[in-house]
């Protein structure tokens, strides 16, 4: 099993960082969205990581040509989408598998989805059932609650859909079939998740918009327009260096080129409501707002995060490192989401962080942590990016070593060698 150990921080920084990844999210949006368009779309800084290449793959095995020089991508959609004869492989990615279970649900054909053991272990009815009540052929075991999923896809009825939870992922998928259902469809959940399908499919001309609480889909009429977009750099990748700054004396980073999509930089305003200096700087707008993120370091202090956690679900292991070296209590709540990521990551945070000898309670929807001092520890990421960067960071604080770290490759391949910037990095088998 593979692991990596980081040494601490010796002295102070002061960083531009121009190469965090690009935008998961985004890139996994743009190889699915461009199956709607009949041109071809352009991608530029399309993220090169396994689990948005997976989503180019299954792309090409409904049909697409997919031309990838390394950095960007064209995508020329069929004419008509295939049936596949393999299984479409999501690798790790619970985005790919739930947009895709949205998208094929209204197409006509036969599709399986299946991914790693880990994303097999996710739950999938929260995507399978709201599509099961529009007429969706969904199956899989545990009636669908786990992968493989197998799909008999078909045009779908119109729907009238309120969510019980607030996920961009449950969002996407029911408004990828609205958009091919026979009629008007409306959707609505209790807080705004994170919003860029809804951005990104209105730039290409579908006909979604808010009305009484609901987002409405009209069906398409044509084809969309094709996307000609940068995919900007990932801001919840770029989170792991701002606490990096954040919990270093003296020191400062800028993120550079990253959405600044409100809906994706909640965590970034928790570490200022912390005391952490931190700045957007917008410098265009068009898909998304894109800008540069400064941060410097200011002494830390306890914060509580209850609201808006759908915007900052991915951030919260990162932002539990600088919960443990804050002053006094920090409370995580209303996060029942996060036992359904990659890990349980409300177990997975307090098992780590009782590793480093934090004073850390579990709680059933989250967690409370009284800052103080980090100490070294090996880590189990459980298979989880965020687990697995979050404590690789905690490391340049005091040391750490963090085994099972090969599904790092899923959403930064290149995060060890920016952290090799400021503090020593080993990998080992």
Not at 115 to 127: F, I, N, S, T
Request: charged share 25%.
């Amino acid at each position: 099993m593979s692991y990596i150990e980081v040494e601490p921080v010796k002295g102070s920084f002061d960083e531009v960082i121009g190469e965090i990844a690009s935008d998961k999210s985004i890139s996994h949006r743009c190889a699915i969205f461009s199956l709607l368009s009949d041109n071809p779309s352009f991608i530029k800084n399309y993220l090169q990581a396994e689990d948005t290449l997976n989503s180019l793959n299954i792309s090409k095995l409904l049909g697409c040509r997919i031309e990838n020089d390394g950095k960007n991508v064209t995508i020329i959609p069929p004419k008509e989408l295939k049936e596949p004869p393999h299984i479409l492989d999501c690798g790790n990615s619970g985005t790919a598998i739930r947009l895709f279970m949205g998208f094929l649900a209204s197409q006509e054909g036969f599709f399986v989805l299946h991914g790693d053991e880990y994303l097999a272990r996710r739950p999938m009815k929260r995507v399978a059932n709201p599509l099961r009540s529009i007429g969706a052929k969904i199956d899989g075991r545990e009636d669908g609650e786990l992968a493989p999923i197998s799909i008999r896809g078909a045009k779908l009825d119109g729907f009238k859909y309120e969510s019980a939870i607030s996920s961009a992922q449950v969002k996407s998928a029911l408004i990828l079939a609205g958009l091919n259902a026979k009629t008007t469809s409306f959707y609505k959940e209790f807080e705004l998740s994170r919003d860029h399908s809804e951005r990104m499919l209105k730039g290409m001309g579908a006909d979604i918009s808010n009305e009484d609480g609901y987002i409405k889909i009209n069906p398409l009429t044509k084809p969309l327009k094709p996307l000609e977009i940068t995919v900007p750099s990932d801001p919840s990748s770029g989170f792991f260096f701002a606490v990096l700054a954040a919990i270093t004396p003296d020191s400062k980073v800028i993120i550079k080129d990253t959405t600044l999509n409100p809906t994706r930089v909640e965590a970034y305003k928790v570490l200022k409501n912390m005391g952490v200096y931190v700045e957007f700087v917008e410098k265009e707008n068009v898909y998304e707002p894109i800008g540069d993120i400064v941060i410097k370091h200011c002494e830390l202090n306890g914060v509580t995060v209850s609201e808006n956690i759908s915007w900052l679900i991915d951030e919260l292991p990162a932002l539990s490192i600088a919960m443990a070296l804050a002053k006094g209590k920090s409370v995580v709540k209303n996060a029942e989401e996060l036992r359904v990521k990659e890990s349980d990551r409300i177990s997975s945070v307090v098992e780590s962080l009782k590793k480093c000898e934090v004073q850390v309670e579990e709680k059933e929807d989250g967690y409370e942590i009284v800052g103080g001092e980090l100490n070294y520890a090996v880590i189990d990421s459980h298979g989880d990016h965020r687990i697995a960067m979050s404590f690789l960071v905690a490391g340049s604080r005091c040391g750490m070593r963090v085994e099972d770290t090969e599904c790092i490759n899923t959403s930064f391949p290149n995060f060890t060698k920016i952290l090799n910037r400021f503090c020593g990095v080993k990998n080992g088998d």
